[in-house]
């Protein structure tokens, strides 16, 4: 089947694929309203009561040591941030809690992952025509060497 493809349609249908995709990730990005990522709960802020809250370490991704620990605190997003209670500088008043990350970061990640692909995909590509180039170019020389005996 794929055998009867010109060139022309092959290019054609990886091209129209490809829009469809683009437009794709564009409608789900501008319009969905179902993957928000999860809200943090209320029991992050029980543990300081009606105190006020100081950031000291801002949203960071879970290490592979915490995940797997089973701390709550990476359990709901992945994310943790570390907190203050009140205004003193002791170390019982230091907590960490889950934090949501911002959803561009997400996008911004995919997005380099994709012109990662599309750059190896374009290199894989100039190395398949140029090989295919010198295998033709031995093919004919073998074929007029054949011709000129």
């Known amino acids: ?26 409608v789900e990005g501008r319009w969905s309203n179902n993957h928000k990522i999860a809200e943090v709960n209320a029991e992050n802020e029980s543990s300081c009561g009606s105190e006020p809250v100081k950031v000291i370490e801002s949203c960071q991704q879970c290490s592979t040591l915490e995940i797997n620990a089973g701390q709550v605190y990476c359990l709901k ?48 590509y100039g190395i398949v025509r140029h090989r295919q180039g010198i295998l033709d170019q031995q093919l004919m020389e073998k074929v007029n060497r054949q011709i000129a005996a």
């Open 1 to 26: 089947m794929i055998e009867f493809c010109t060139r022309r349609r092959m290019v054609l249908a990886i091209l129209v694929l490809f829009s469809l995709t683009v437009v794709t990730l564009i």
């Open 77 to 124: 997003t992945g994310y943790r941030e570390q907190i203050q209670c009140g205004k003193g500088k002791h170390k019982e008043n230091v907590f960490k809690r889950s934090c949501k990350v911002d959803p561009w970061v997400e996008e911004r990640k995919f997005w380099i992952l994709e012109l990662i692909t599309c750059i190896v995909g374009i290199g894989t």
